[in-house]
């Protein structure tokens, strides 16, 4: 696929000299779902906007198709956004609220009829013409948003957190609707939100930022199993992170003893962050295991139980399907391949 949004080192800085993105380069290819996903005052939002045009970056130059956009005004960009207060016009119908940039633009009724209808049906709301924005559930009035940007033919739809403002059940609905909605009509979304949760359920690729620069970008898969930094297995589900060191290739040493494990290519004893998810910590009997620790508290989680076990010098997670009373000693192992070895890297662009 070709790339149809290219940033390339763009600084976004205040005027008071802070810096909110930090030399981001990155490519967006055609009828990509992408998210952009990180924790508050990331820098997501503000890529989003230098995409739309409500933003000009302090340094660096965007692309659309090939061509430089920078100065480009956002009604000149063949991208609409839908935001997270949908900002629907409280005078008009359904059906008006859909139509209104059509009407800007001038298209003949006869157009904005076939286009309206063909929005309404893709949203789910047919029938619903004539009814008042305000007699609208939360889901709704988020479909006549999406169905407002869409009408439009745009070749990107930017949404900034959407769902945030729906109950989770709904929210779920909402996210099989618009991953739906984005295949069926073979566009490219861009999406923000700081739910990992939705990101790996809707996006083909994930961009993983904080404080400004990119630390990883992937597909869910790899960005859950194959994080390049802490941060990134920190953010994206849980995970047990230990201090250890490499002493050679495939070994590595933490709480004092060493393991066997499957990552090259780091210096002799090099100090590295090591990364266990909590369902890959299988439990065996103590005087079995290298590792051992006392369950200090059981909560239930519906698929699986999370047990907090106090080791000698680390307190470790465990998602399983069978729970160990409080207080009890057991034991902890894990597979070569489970253990996720990666270099103590300072915050940036990977």
């Known amino acids: 696929m070709e790339n149809i949004i290219s940033l390339k080192d763009i600084v976004v800085e205040f005027e008071d ?24 005052g990331c820098g997501k939002t503000t890529t989003l906007r230098i995409i739309a045009g409500f933003l000009e970056p302090t340094s660096g130059d965007v692309f659309f198709d090939g061509q430089r956009i920078n100065g480009v005004p ?11 207060r949908y900002a629907l016009f409280p005078h008009l119908n359904v059906y008006e609220n859909i139509a209104f940039g059509l009407r800007v ?9 076939k286009r309206v209808g063909e929005m309404l049906e893709m949203v789910n709301l047919k029938g619903f013409e004539k ?50 909605i984005q295949q069926e009509l073979e566009l490219t979304f861009i999406y923000v939100t700081h739910d990992q949760e939705e990101a790996l359920t809707m996006s083909d690729s994930i961009v993983v930022m904080n ?27 849980e995970s047990n992170i230990i201090n250890g060191s490499m002493p050679k290739d495939c070994l590595v040493e933490f709480t004092g003893r060493t ?10 004893n090099e100090t590295v962050d090591v990364v266990i998810r909590p369902e890959d910590v299988k439990i065996i009997p103590a005087d ?3 590792l051992t620790g006392i369950v200090e508290s059981v909560v239930f989680k519906g698929v699986h139980y999370e047990m907090i076990v106090d080791g000698v010098d680390h307190k470790w997670m465990i998602h399983s399907t069978k729970a160990e009373p409080v207080g009890t000693m057991i034991g902890m192992d894990f597979d070569p391949f489970d253990i996720h070895i990666m270099k103590k890297t300072e915050e940036g662009q990977q």
């Open 131 to 180: 009814r008042a924005v305000g007699r609208l559930s939360g889901g709704q009035q988020q479909r006549v948003a999406i169905a407002r940007a869409l009408v439009n033919h745009p070749k990107v739809l930017l949404l900034d957190e959407p769902l945030g403002a729906l109950d989770l059940k709904l929210r779920k609905e909402m996210q099989i609707e618009l991953r739906r």
């Open 211 to 237: 404080n400004g620069f990119i630390q990883q970008i992937g597909s869910p898969t790899d960005i859950y199993n194959e994080p390049v930094n802490a941060f990134v297995a920190d953010f994206i589900g």
């Open 105 to 113: 633009k001038k298209v003949s009724e006869k157009e904005i009829l």
């Open 74 to 84: 956002p009604h000149k960009r063949n991208v609409n956004t839908v935001f997270q």
């Open 17 to 40: 000299g802070e810096r909110i993105l930090k030399n981001i380069s990155l490519d967006i290819k055609d009828k990509e779902f992408v998210t952009f996903l990180g924790p508050s």
């Open 288 to 290: 079995k295991a290298k």
């Open 259 to 268: 393991f066997e494990c499957v990552d090259k290519g780091f210096a002799p």
